[in-house]
């Protein structure tokens, strides 16, 4: 069975770091790029980054370009998402997914999720 395990979150001031984890189980991560998406509270889930299978090309959306690295470690199935320069801003449910097709920043494109980790960003 496909599993997606997001960890990591908290709260933290602005300012500040955290490093979430997507531990996946039930498949061969070496073959799939994975994706991080948020949802704030009365918002639309939205993508944030995303790397690929082969080449570990990244994509970020334009609000956490430079702040937020997207990495993978394949032997131990899992992708990381550092976070730095937090801002309130990013208080989010986060989510891991699983790439099937179509536009990387799409949440259509992803088949298999996470069940999220909160971030909450506040002084």
């Known amino acids: 069975q496909l599993q997606l395990v997001e960890s990591g979150g908290g709260l933290v001031q602005p300012g500040g770091s955290l490093r979430l984890s997507c531990t996946t189980s039930?498949?061969?991560?070496?073959?799939?790029?994975i994706g991080w998406f948020r949802q704030a509270p009365g918002l639309e889930r939205e993508g944030v980054s995303c790397?690929?299978?082969?080449?570990?090309?990244?994509y970020y959306a334009d609000s956490v370009k430079g702040r937020f690295t997207i990495s993978r470690d394949n032997a131990k199935n899992t992708v990381y998402l550092q976070m730095n320069s937090l801002k309130p801003e990013d208080t989010a449910v986060y989510y891991c997914?699983?790439?099937?097709?179509?536009?990387?920043?799409?949440?259509?494109?992803?088949?298999?999720w996470g069940q999220g980790t909160q971030v909450t960003v506040s002084s």
């Open positions: 790397i690929s299978s082969n080449d570990g090309t990244t």
């Open positions: 039930g498949f061969t991560l070496d073959y799939h790029a």
């Open positions: 997914a699983a790439y099937s097709s179509g536009q990387y920043s799409y949440r259509s494109s992803y088949n298999y």
